[in-house]
Structures are given as structure tokens and as C-alpha cells.
């Protein structure tokens, strides 16, 4: 190998060290996701340990969902239906965290804005899962609450939004093109 080798092999070497847009679109995108999630599914576990009922939620809308159960009905948790649940859910949010990456990725002022963030969230989440209710659900957000569901919704996209907000405040720009933008 001559010296041109090792000099291209270099350049390889920094231009994957470098973070690009596609690096930071999918960064935002899996990490929000998750985050979003997990506050959801936090909260969830909070409400279930309150009413002394462990992994009840998941398992009322993983038996709506999948067994087409009546929610009102539902008493028993069922680990089946916990695991099924939590694969939609983390897809649900993995979908919601590409949605807020392209959002951001196209009016990048967004990042520096969390509470934003956040209301575009909330409402995507509350919408979103009340007409998911109406369409496949039949009654889920009765038995858990309407307010229940807010709260967990809200903080998703508080959540959601300071991530967003911490992961861009290092540099004026959101995304950077890679070494040729520079």
C-alpha cells in the first residue's frame, strides 16, 4: 500500500467519525422513540402499582388488541398479551420518533423549543391513541382513564422534547452534512 492509500484510508476514517444528517435524523429518531416510550410505559407501571394491579394496562390493551376483548371485561393479567403489547408499543414509538426526526430535521428551530416539541407530541399521542380506542380498542381509555392517559402522553413529549433540546444544544445547527459541508 503507497502513500495515496493510507491517505484515502484516512479520510474514510474521518468521514464516518464525523456525525452526518442520516447519523443524527436516525439518533433522534431511536433515542426520542425509546424515551417517549418509556416514559409512557413508566407512567403505566405507576398506575398499575397504584390500583395494586402490576402490568394490567399492558395486558388490557394487548387483550383489546389482539383478542379482541372487551376492556370492560378484562380482570386477569395475561404475560402473553404484555409481550405482544410491548412490540406494537415500541413500534408505535419507534414511528413516532422518525415523525419528530423529520420534523426537526426540517425546521430545525424546533430542537431549541422543547415545550413545542412537546404540544406536538401530546397531541399527536392523545389523538392518535383515542382514535386507536374508537377503531380497534373499544373502551381501553375508560378503564384507564382519560386523565391517566394525558398525563403519560404529556410527559412522553416533555420527555421527548428535552432530549431533543439536550441532544442539539451543543452547535447552532441541528444537523451536520458530513466533511464536505465544511
Known sequence: MDHTDDVTVDRRRESRDAPTEWDDF?????YGGAIGGSTVALVGLVIDAIKFEPLFIPSLIGSALFLGANPVTVSEVRMDMVAYFTVVHLVAFVILGLMISALVLRLHE??????????IIFVVL????????????????????????????????????????NAHRESDTVY???PEAS
Open 26 to 30: 436516525f439518533y433522534d429518531a431511536f
Open 126 to 165: 392523545q389523538v392518535g391513541f383515542v382514535a386507536a380506542d374508537a377503531v380497534f380498542l373499544g373502551g381501553v381509555v375508560g378503564v384507564v382513564g382519560f386523565w391517566w392517559l394525558a398525563l403519560a402522553n404529556a410527559l412522553a413529549g416533555l420527555s421527548m422534547g428535552l432530549f431533543l433540546l
Open 176 to 178: 451536520v452534512r458530513g
Open 110 to 119: 424546533l430542537a431549541f423549543h422543547p415545550i413545542i416539541v412537546a404540544m
